[in-house]
């Protein structure tokens, strides 16, 4: 005869069950992804393949299932995905949120080709624009206009003179500004370069072109975007890097607006994609972090972890600070923004009250500057600092090996390479080259390797990037064989650094990055399995479904 | 027989039982203060008495119980508070908090009873203090020393002349510098005063007093407080208005930075007093709320409601604008910070994105000012918009009925009145008093009065001020029968303008300000029944615990 339980024993006993199930971790009400063909990293790098992907009702992974698995009978929920591909999302490490906004709200010349494109595109925006009274955009290279030269105010009166109208260059280093904009900000022939920054002259007069520190002349004078524009420009941003399959970017250089405007959207439920924030400037960074980097916000969507700070312009626009002078412009070695003794004081600031350091440096002068002031600082600051690098874009081959030191964190751009290849080679010549873009040294010398795009400068497609950089080539294949090839880096290796080391470097790899146990569930849905097949066709993968947090946050229509 | 229940059946049974309990709003394991004297106002503003209080288990209130009501058996946690007296916490509807903070943490001058004292103070302070590079403090009022002038920079330096010291008037519309600081801000005797500001001379150089605008000539000088020390000077303030049994607080005026620490402490989980913000000025406010208020962030302890602006200055720095001349200032009228114009364009940029208004207005002429202009404004922005005017304090009699139209709230303080009285009749004469604190005539002329207590200017002691209310008498009990004791408030009139209707002045009067039936659970334990004693006793109120949202946040020790 069985023995029956006893009613209030049952009770206690369905207690205790519901008791266990009312804690986050719990397995029962959980919900199912299933029928995929999954792909992710492991925590030493490793590729795991699963089919299904178990997460808790508030979007934990709890396990990755294999073909064989038992799937658990009750579940919140349960998706099937029909055996289509899943990755862990992209880490961007390093973009320009707002930027990308205001990219697509205002004036976008990215994609013109000449000088005249360009003039006829801003004429027909006017046009279409009557009430604005500031026309504000961005985007140009005069590199792919062949042009020759920087364009001028003269250039741009010719297309509009009755207004303002102000066009960053596609690296955010330069404006171009017609005559109406010079004439709002008070710029004559008197007017003086800053430390930092360079007006180009035209036969002794201001060009209409300004360089690095020299753009705040003109910025001063442009009105400030009304808090609804902002608001559309981050929605704008947000829903192109879901688009792209990026669930998580590092923001450089968030200004205090720019944070007002992250929290606004938070406050109101908007946030989606996981922002890492390194604020514009000591100032600003202390400003809004106080004492220290803030908690993860909003459920894990806004985090301030450090402070972004330029050590030079970029190498377009010849602002990138060299040890020896630009092959095509001798004499100048660019611009170094800080001095020695500056720049270690503004790391140290920021060191003391542990936010994290990142800084920009472009040119071999400047990337041998932050590696000096970090062999200094980290004698004080010990400890996990991850020092980052962002761009080390020239390094003198001597300074390479330094990268493997005190934990240094290289923030670099695949495409970066394969859209200036040739400028770079106009602006260095070939004995510098072999320092250039050295992702496969950075590795090898032990450094943390991180991929971004630098978005707006380039999209915000980390396929894109992934391509160029396992092939050294661009879109076109060219050039054949690769630009420096022994740079190439290893698939595996590239997918690492557009995800779970992007969130290692900043200070994240516990929360996200990749798929596995307690990991938030960001994953996206591609058209293809990105380990299987040739370069082009792994450029031209599409995503499919966005989801963060266990939820489907954007999807291709 | 007695039928059995299946096993099944309590399984089910059970499992429905918890899903209730599981929702928010069930009366399952909800929690009770029992055993108390509850006083508390309803929501037509009568008097409520009731003896248990149950909540829910995120804090608000399910009902008041009286004696014979049963208590259900089934609590999250109970509390017996043995018969003492409980009420709605105070709502302060005029105050600054930060101020309040670093009058904490800086040299408080407040209790000084002369000149020579306030230097001793300081200096004493210098000596306990010599790594402060500048010594700041606050709280000094001429007419406390009988000095019969302003004290002087040449005064100041006889206590310390090696460092800028600069102490701010205890009305916050004055500043008192000794000579270093006046070097370090570059202050000459051909230093202009700004407009709305005056540089005091002394035979026509500046004689240390630098009044309303002016002030901004020595603060841009001074450097800003540390992230910490803002941390620090919250967590004071907070304590304090906690220990005076205040739960919620209009905070006038809030500037990003202060904004800024708000959200910090919001974020670290240190929130607990209500904080209703009116950023300072338009340009501020909305580099914080972008197109609108903010929501209620963290769990109803913050929200940026409007915003504050500056109509004149106080009445003891002859800074407040008046219709005619100082009384015993022939020919001065006092500073109006704005034409009708500016502050009808500040007023109306605000109201376009729904901003509340809330406008100082101290002089008559001001009073006057602002009444027109929401005569005009409230033609355009209709509905309910509860434009708030701060202090409300010297008006023209013919003026006063028009604070009863477009929903106008006074916002007032009591203790202003008894602590002013003497200086008032000074500057005004007998002639123009009868407008001045008119609190009775403004709920006759059918406007919404609320109470604060202008912390730092006074001590945020609700008690204090409620005491004011009812009787026109300072502690003292001076003047006899009460100054113009027509304006006197009934004593429930006065609790109400200290409790739900500051609520309702800062659009909260669905969240707090009362004790009823879906109310936040904001009370406060106190030593006496103020409703049955004397106003010496009723001023002498001291509370025991403050609760908020349902937790006790405060406690006498």
Redesign the interface.
């Known amino acids: 005869m069985v023995k029956?339980?006893s009613?209030s024993r049952?009770?206690r006993a369905?207690?205790t069950a519901?008791a266990i199930a009312?804690t986050p971790a719990a397995a029962f009400a959980d919900a199912l992804v299933d029928n995929v063909t999954g792909l992710t990293l492991d925590k030493d790098g490793k590729v795991v393949r699963f089919t299904g992907l178990l997460l808790t009702p508030d979007g934990k992974v709890v396990k990755l299932l294999g073909a064989k698995d038992k799937r658990p009978e009750k579940l919140d929920w349960r998706a099937d995905m029909k055996g289509r591909v899943m990755l862990p999302g992209f880490v961007d490490s390093h973009g320009h949120v707002m930027a990308l906004g205001f990219r697509q709200i205002e004036l976008d010349l990215a994609t013109t080709k000449s000088l005249d494109e360009a003039k006829a595109r801003i004429a027909a925006y006017v046009a279409a624009n009557p009430e604005r009274k500031w026309i504000l955009g961005g985007g140009w290279n005069q590199e792919s206009w062949a042009l020759g030269r920087f364009p001028t105010a003269a250039d741009m009166d010719t297309a509009v003179a009755d207004r303002p109208v102000v066009m960053e260059r596609a690296d955010g280093h330069a404006l171009w500004a017609n005559s109406a904009a010079m004439k709002a900000a008070g710029i004559t022939a008197k007017t003086v370069s800053p430390a930092g920054g360079r007006i180009e002259k035209v036969g002794g007069q201001p060009s209409g072109v300004f360089v690095d520190a020299a753009m705040a002349l003109i910025q001063k004078a442009i009105p400030q975007p009304l808090?609804?524009d902002?608001?559309a420009a981050f929605l704008k941003a947000q829903n192109d890097l879901l688009s792209h399959g990026i669930t998580a970017t590092a923001d450089m250089g968030t200004t205090?607006?720019e944070w007002?405007?992250y929290?606004?959207m938070g406050?109101?439920g908007n946030l989606r994609v996981r922002i890492m924030s390194y604020g514009g400037g000591v100032d600003d960074t202390?400003?809004?972090?106080?004492?220290g980097p803030?908690?993860w916000?909003y459920n894990n969507k806004l985090r301030l972890v450090g402070v972004k700070l330029y050590g030079d312009g970029a190498l377009g626009s010849r602002g990138a600070w060299l040890k020896q002078p630009y092959a095509d412009a001798p004499g100048q070695t660019g611009l170094g923004f800080m001095s020695d003794d500056v720049i270690r004081n503004l790391m140290s600031r920021a060191a003391m009250d542990k936010y994290q350091i990142a800084v920009h440096a472009i040119g071999d002068r400047t990337n041998a500057q932050v590696l000096d002031a970090i062999d200094e600082l980290a004698e004080t600051y010990k400890g996990d600092r991850r020092w980052r690098i962002e761009h080390a874009q020239i390094v003198d081959p001597a300074d390479l090996p330094r990268f493997g030191k005190h934990g240094i964190v290289a923030s670099m751009q695949p495409v970066h390479e394969t859209s200036d290849r040739q400028m770079a080679e106009a602006r260095l010549g070939p004995a510098r080259l072999t320092g250039a873009y050295a992702w496969n040294t950075m590795l090898k010398n032990g450094a943390t390797l991180v991929f971004g795009s630098d978005y707006p400068v380039e999209r915000p497609d980390p396929f894109a990037g992934w391509a160029a950089a396992i092939t050294r080539q661009g879109p076109d294949g060219q050039p054949y064989g690769g630009w420096q090839p022994q740079e190439i880096v290893g698939r595996e290796a590239a997918w690492r650094a557009f995800t779970m080391d992007g969130a290692y470097a900043g200070f994240a790899e516990d929360l996200f990055g990749r798929l596995g146990q307690g990991q938030q569930a960001d994953f996206i849905i591609v058209d293809r399995n990105p380990l299987d097949i040739n370069p082009s066709e792994l450029r031209a993968t599409q995503v499919e479904e966005t989801w963060i947090g266990g939820q489907k946050v954007w999807e291709r229509r």
Chains 1, 2 share one sequence.
Not at 286 to 291: A, K, N, P, S, W
């Open positions: 029956q339980a009613p049952i009770l369905t207690l519901l009312l808090a609804k902002r608001n205090l607006d007002m405007t929290r606004r406050d109101a202390v400003r809004i972090g106080g004492t803030t908690p916000l």
